[in-house]
């Protein structure tokens, strides 16, 4: 079956402009996890979702971080204000149900400009 | 601090040649160890968990194995297409969230 699909691919903006990042899990993987990674490093945990809600967002750096996923599905990860620190590699994951193997998407590089 | 540390960084090895890949951790309350597999531009490919000391998981070329301290990724007889950064991560029982090491990049000359 599909596997965790993640768009766009790329995304170049300039800094302080508003960027979307989207993740559409495995279908009927209840749990769905966002990570940040940066070159040379492993992926760092951000937030995840069982469901609708978010169970863990520990590991969003700021408020101008924000998560969501209204119907247990699809995520968005939203960056307001982007900066330069911001460029990474953002990795979803998605798991039948918390605490399951977490299989990725191929991820959106982001290049703050 | 919960900790995992994995060496070498890089490692160059020629075809058929045998090796194992380190991943050491300090964490408090171990829910499991996971290997993955990261090819360059693509995200990380699931190879195994293991759950508690003493268990062992194979695959193909792989066998992973787990201490109370560390885990370690033996590959037999590598072909190019091993080449890859083998990532290791824990799972806390207080939460699941996955904590990261760096990354072991493997090249294998043929």
């Known amino acids: 079956g599909a596997g965790v699909s993640q768009t766009p691919s790329n995304k170049v903006t300039e800094k302080g402009k508003y960027v979307e990042l989207r993740c559409d899990p495995i279908s009927g993987h209840t749990a769905l996890y966002w990570y940040r990674q940066s070159l040379g490093q492993g992926p760092e945990f951000l937030i995840y979702?069982?469901?609708?809600?978010?169970?863990?967002d520990s590991g969003l750096p700021n408020d101008r971080f924000f998560a969501v996923r209204p119907e247990g599905s699809v995520s968005t990860l939203k960056i307001q204000r982007t900066e330069r620190g911001d460029s990474a590699v953002y990795l979803c994951a998605s798991s039948l149900s918390t605490g399951d193997t977490q299989y990725f998407g191929p991820g959106t590089r982001l290049t703050v400009l | 601090e919960d900790q995992v540390t994995q060496s070498p960084e890089a490692l160059r090895l020629q075809e058929g040649e045998s090796s194992s890949l380190n991943c050491s951790y300090t964490v408090s309350g171990l829910r499991g160890l996971f290997w993955y597999r990261q090819d360059p531009g693509k995200g990380p490919e699931f190879l195994f968990t293991?759950?508690?000391?003493?268990e062992e998981k194979e695959k193909e070329r792989l066998k992973a194995t787990l201490t109370k301290k560390e885990s370690f990724l033996h590959i037999t007889a590598p072909k190019p297409e091993d080449s890859a950064t083998y990532l290791c991560?824990?799972?806390?029982?207080?939460?699941?969230?996955?904590?990261w090491g760096a990354g072991t990049k493997l090249i294998i000359k043929p």
């Open positions: 293991l759950y508690s000391a003493g």
């Open positions: 979702f069982q469901g609708t809600g978010a169970a863990d």
């Open positions: 991560a824990v799972q806390k029982d207080s939460n699941y969230q996955l904590i």
